[in-house]
C-alpha cells in the first residue's frame, strides 16, 4: 500500500511518498500544512493449493485509490497491509489460506484474493475469486477487483497447477488464466499466472 501526500495551499503542493509494503499495521500521520492526500490499497493475494490434480494458485488482491479530502495536520490515520495467504501441498504440509485485507482508514479497502482450489478435477466450473474493493467518502475514487485463480476445463485429470491471479489495478481486472484440453493424463502442466495483460487461454 502507498500514499503520495498532497494539497499544502491554493497552487502548492507537497510530494511526499510513504510506502506501506510489509503485513500489520501502521499509523501515517497527517504532515504539517497538508490537507488532501492521494492513497491506494492492495489486498493480499491468496495462498496456492498443491494436490494431485488441478489446482488452481491464489487469486489476487482487489486495489482501490482515490483523493482524501479535508484532513487535519496532526491527525492520524491508520493504515494496513494486508498478508499474502498461505499455502499449503499435496503431502498435507501446510494450510492454504486467504490474503488479507488491506486498507487506509475507512476510505479504502481492499480485499485478499481467495486461496486456491486443489482437486478441481477435469472440467471445473469454479475457482479462487479475486479480491472486491471499496472506497468511501473519497474523490476521484477507483476500485478494481484482482484475478481469478487458474481454471481446468480439458475433460480430463491431468495434474495441472496454475500461478495466482495478479491484483486489481488502474489498467482494470486481470484476466484468469483457463487451461484447455490437456494433451495426455499423465502429463503434468504448470501454467503462469495472468499478469494485468496476461492471455486467458492455453492449450
Not at 494486508?82 to 480485499?111: C, E, K, P, R, V
Request: hydrophobic share 25%; with cysteine.
Amino acid at each position: 500500500m502507498a500514499l503520495l501526500s498532497g494539497q499544502l495551499g491554493a497552487g502548492r503542493f507537497r510530494n511526499e511518498r510513504r510506502m506501506f509494503n510489509f503485513p500489520g499495521a501502521y499509523t501515517f500521520t497527517i504532515p504539517a500544512g497538508v490537507t488532501q492526500v492521494f492513497a491506494f490499497v492492495i489486498g493480499g493475494g491468496g495462498g496456492g493449493r498443491g494436490s494431485t490434480e488441478s489446482n488452481s494458485g491464489g487469486a489476487g488482491g482487489g486495489y482501490a485509490h482515490g483523493v482524501i479530502s479535508g484532513l487535519t495536520p496532526g491527525n492520524t490515520i491508520t493504515c494496513t497491509v494486508g498478508q499474502g495467504g498461505t499455502a499449503d501441498n499435496n503431502m498435507g504440509l501446510g494450510t492454504s489460506s486467504n490474503g488479507g485485507t488491506s486498507s487506509f482508514g475507512s476510505y479504502l479497502t481492499g480485499n485478499g484474493g481467495a486461496k486456491g482450489v486443489g482437486n478441481m478435477g477435469s472440467t471445473a466450473s469454479t475457482t479462487s475469486s479475486g479480491g472486491t474493493a471499496s472506497t468511501s467518502g473519497v474523490s476521484e475514487a477507483f476500485t478494481a477487483t484482482g484475478g481469478d485463480g487458474g481454471l481446468q476445463d480439458g475433460g480430463d485429470n491431468s495434474p495441472c497447477a496454475f500461478g495466482g491471479g495478479a491484483s486489481g489495478s488502474p489498467f482494470g481486472t486481470p484476466k484468469s488464466t483457463t487451461l484447455h484440453g490437456s494433451a495426455h493424463p499423465n502429463k503434468s502442466m504448470v501454467v503462469g499466472g495472468s499478469g494485468w495483460y496476461g492471455t486467458q487461454n492455453h492449450q
